[in-house]
């Protein structure tokens, strides 16, 4: 097997309390139309052809992510995250038990309803040689950046929203974590990582209904989506 037909595997971060949702547990066990968040990405995953996952998980929930998974149509196994978000992948890109040169994807549990081309299309663009692939979106807001004077407008024009899932190689990304653990550095997702270690971050297209779920107006919105995807 080469690197341009290499196995593509995930890890699913689902380590985060989500204390904004205002839920009784764990954000990525959340019900949506009742089906957990983590249920959810998984699914999305493997529909795009993804049959090895690893999801990151909080300390002492493993019965209660098991009986999540339960019955998922990819090879799914869990790890207890770290402190913050770069610790928990790490482990999961630990627990993969595929080679060196498979893509491996990072996605949050919280944007559980990522569309199958988007995942395909990040796929694709490592597969194509791209060190480090990212799915964006254009930013609708306007947009101001405070300043020691006041603030001032920013030119939305070529700004981009940063959805998961992201991905590498898995060795690639495994030495980009090793080196930003090594020299203490924090960041806040993988393509900061690789773009860390000097590798090059290409943008493809995301997806509006990859929407992170982060506090309560956005189990709405996912629920409309659902709804939409039924009717269509």
């Known amino acids: 097997m080469t690197s ?3 196995p593509a595997v995930a890890v699913v971060v689902a380590a985060g309390s989500g ?4 839920a009784a547990v764990p954000k990525a066990l959340v019900e949506l139309d009742g089906v957990t968040l983590v249920r959810r990405a998984v699914d999305a995953l493997a529909e795009a052809g993804i049959d090895e996952i690893v999801v990151t998980i909080p300390e002492g929930m493993v019965d209660a992510f098991a009986e999540a998974l339960r019955g998922a149509p990819a090879r799914v196994a869990t790890v207890v995250g770290g402190r913050i978000r770069q610790d928990s992948v790490r482990r999961g890109l630990a ?3 595929a080679a060196a040169d498979a893509i491996v994807l990072v996605h949050d549990a919280a944007r559980s309803l990522v569309p ?6 990040v796929v694709a663009a490592v597969r194509a040689g ?3 692939v990212i799915p964006v979106m254009p930013v609708v807001d306007s947009v101001r950046r405070v300043t020691v004077e006041g603030n001032e407008i920013v030119d939305r024009a070529d700004l981009r929203a940063v959805q998961t899932p992201q991905a590498a190689r898995l060795q690639t ?4 974590h090793a080196l930003v653990e090594r020299d203490g550095v924090e960041v806040t997702d993988d393509a900061a990582v690789c773009e860390y270690a000097g590798l090059s971050v290409t943008l493809v297209p995301g997806h509006r209904d990859a929407l992170k779920i982060t506090e309560p107006i956005d189990l709405v919105l996912a629920q409309a989506i659902l709804e939409q995807r039924r009717q269509s």
């Open 4 to 6: 341009s037909d290499a």
């Open 116 to 121: 199958a081309e988007t995942v395909r299309g």
């Open 130 to 132: 791209a060190d480090c």
């Open 19 to 22: 204390s904004r949702l205002g």
């Open 95 to 97: 627990a993969l038990g």
């Open 173 to 176: 990304l495994r030495d980009a």
